[in-house]
């Protein structure tokens, strides 16, 4: 079964920049969509940043026009870049496959922490 692994995770100061990355190890028929969430400590897990299949992406109002998602297919790899990082960004990161695949429709890495604190 398809495995995902996050890195890049880690503390840095308000303004600063962070990328996230996820390598995925197995095969999957099909992915729709790849996708980064963010769980703060004590909140629900929320959807940060979406790359569907056809190439188009989505991204939370709060972080809009500060984070970026890609895919590298020939790593199997997905990142997230994250700029002009607020306190308000802390939180555990996970990524997310959504796949065709009967009995494996969701794929959870085990997520990355990110603190933003000065």
């Known amino acids: 079964q398809v495995q995902l692994v996050e890195s890049g995770g880690g503390s840095v100061q308000p303004g600063g920049s962070l990328r996230l990355s996820c390598v995925a190890s197995g095969s999957i028929f099909s992915i729709n969509s790849m996708d980064w969430y963010r769980q703060a400590r004590g909140n629900e897990r929320e959807l940060v940043a979406q790359?569907?299949?056809?190439?188009?992406?989505n991204y939370a109002d709060s972080v809009k026009g500060r984070f970026t998602i890609s895919g590298d297919n020939a790593k199997n790899t997905m990142y997230l870049q994250m700029n002009s990082l607020k306190p308000e960004d802390t939180a555990v990161y996970y990524c997310?496959?959504?796949?065709?695949?009967?009995?494996?429709?969701?794929?959870w890495g085990q997520g990355t922490q990110v603190t933003v604190s000065s």
């Open positions: 790359l569907i299949a056809g190439g188009s992406t």
């Open positions: 997310h496959y959504f796949t065709a695949t009967v009995g494996a429709r969701h794929i």
